[in-house]
């Protein structure tokens, strides 16, 4: 089933939205840190390219792009991507501009090819400073090839539980329908962004977004409330509170045991967050229990609990968990608590490198709502916590919109709450509001239910524009996820 897709101004949406990941350490030269990002690498983007800043003015920068990561420790610095021949797929070079900044076009001109998804690369910057005759060096930075973004909205409905694929590419809605009586809890894609993973109460679902027709499948029986991927492994941890275990799904097209549980996390959590290197598990529970959990399969603790300070996130009348959230390089993870009396947050971080729970952050303050409508069931609450994918950003959203800005390589504790308002208008008939954001956190995605029809609609943080994309059904408790 498709619908047209109400598209003003949604190309311009395609700049925000990148599969990249960054991880390790960066190098200072001249007094910066330089930093590597990417334009998104989905087959058929002529507008790939790589870009360097923060680096030296003048400063010469060698950017590689590899198949495989290595950790090669050359103090001051580690090298990540292998220049091996069998690995080495290609390099830049060139000159930061006055700004500190060079960019390196690569068109990704290859046609969409499902069988190619989830294809790994590992690239880094290294940058001279001529003037001093030192260099640095970028921090690693991990992109996958897939598929062209997406945007699918996963919603319970008393006329049919169902998922809605909004494709800003071709400007076009697909409706998937799923098992009756299905509830949705948590979505991921993964191998590319070929494969939908859902979390519901029926069970793990799989939906294969390069079927044709698509039809959603019960991989794993079950009420399970959280899914994550590894896209370096393959594979699918799937959050299964009632049986008090996270089962780990093969997610491996070519295995014979694709999509079946091959092992097990002896514990459980009501949010889980896997780390962008897939080595730790972080498990919150709304009592305040945390775990961080080795996932590693080379470990000789695999699956196994780490050893970790009590948990000091509070749990008593009105108080308790309400998300968590883990830094894409894993160095930093943080549970939000909320008291239902009184409608405030806070954040309990933790510091993964030093195994050490950080000082309590303030209540978020100046929070102010995303528009003038009642939002009922969310009064002054978040949602769910999430980093955007440069790791820069750290967002809570909900009814209200904040962000807590994190510099990469700052110290742990400078972190400055910034609110965010955005003028959107108010719909008479409208109950609540689901917002989660574009990866590189351009912009808002707003979900609007209540009345006869759910409304998505895109807003720029920068500009508080807001663009209409969609119109759909009705539906309930929306779950949104980025391709």
């Not at 109400?6 to 991880?23: C, E, I, K, M, T």
């Not at 390196?104 to 290859?110: L, N, Y």
């Not at 709450?417 to 954001?437: F, G, H, L, N, Q």
Request: glycine content about 10%; hydrophobic content about 50%; some cysteine.
């Amino acid at each position: 089933m498709q619908r047209a897709v109400l598209a003003l101004g949604v190309v311009s949406l395609l700049a925000s939205v990148s599969a990249q990941v960054p991880f390790g350490q960066a190098t200072p030269v001249a007094g910066t840190r330089p930093v590597l990002a990417a334009e998104p690498l989905w087959f058929g983007n002529t507008a790939f390219a790589l870009r360097v800043s923060d680096a030296p003015p003048g400063g010469l920068a060698f950017t590689a792009l590899s198949t495989q990561r290595i950790d090669v420790a050359a103090p001051p610095l580690t090298w990540y991507p292998s220049l091996a021949p069998a690995h080495f797929l290609i390099g830049f070079v060139g000159v930061a501009g006055a700004a500190g900044e060079v960019a390196f076009a690569s068109p990704f001109s290859v046609p969409p090819s499902p069988g190619l998804t989830g294809f790994d690369v590992c690239a880094q910057a290294f940058v001279g400073d001529a003037q001093l005759g030192s260099f640095g060096a970028s921090q690693g930075l991990w992109l996958e090839a897939s598929l062209h973004p997406l945007l699918a909205i996963a919603t319970f409905a008393a006329a049919g539980s169902r998922v809605d694929l909004l494709d800003p590419v071709l400007a076009t809605v697909q409706s998937v329908a799923l098992p009756p009586n299905c509830v949705p809890a948590d979505a991921v894609f993964g191998n590319g962004g070929r494969d939908l993973f859902l979390a519901t109460n029926l069970g793990v679902v799989l939906i294969d977004t390069a079927a044709a027709p698509m039809v959603a499948v019960v991989l794993l029986p079950g009420v399970f409330v959280g899914v994550c991927w590894d896209p370096l492994r393959n594979r699918l941890f799937a959050n299964h509170p009632f049986g008090a275990v996270v089962h780990v799904l093969d997610g491996d097209r070519q295995s014979a045991t694709f999509g079946t549980s091959v092992a097990a996390v002896p514990r459980f959590g009501n949010w889980m967050r896997l780390t962008a290197a897939g080595d730790e598990l972080v498990l919150a529970q709304y009592s305040g229990g945390v775990y961080r959990i080795d996932v590693d399969p080379a470990s000789a603790s695999w699956l196994q609990p780490k050893p970790m300070p009590a948990s000091p996130v509070p749990f008593g009348p009105g108080n308790g968990a309400a998300g968590l959230v883990a830094m894409p390089d894993g160095s930093e993870f943080a549970v939000l608590v909320q008291n239902l009396f009184t409608s405030t947050s806070s954040l309990w971080r933790f510091d993964c490198v030093a195994n050490q729970w950080l000082d309590e952050a303030p209540a978020i303050p100046g929070v102010q709502p995303l528009s003038a409508a009642t939002r009922p069931g969310l009064p002054g609450s978040f949602r769910a916590p999430l980093f955007d994918r440069s790791g820069a950003d750290q967002w809570f959203v909900g009814a209200t919109v904040a962000r807590l800005h994190h510099a990469l390589g700052a110290p742990q504790c400078s972190v400055s709450a910034t609110p965010v308002t955005v003028p959107t208008p108010a719909t008479p008939a409208e109950t609540a509001s689901y917002t989660c954001v574009s990866p590189t956190g351009r912009f808002l995605v707003e979900v609007h239910t209540g009345g006869s029809a759910l409304e998505v609609r895109l807003v720029e943080v920068a500009t508080g524009l807001v663009l209409p994309w969609a119109v759909l059904p009705p539906g309930n408790e929306p779950i949104c996820v980025w391709r």
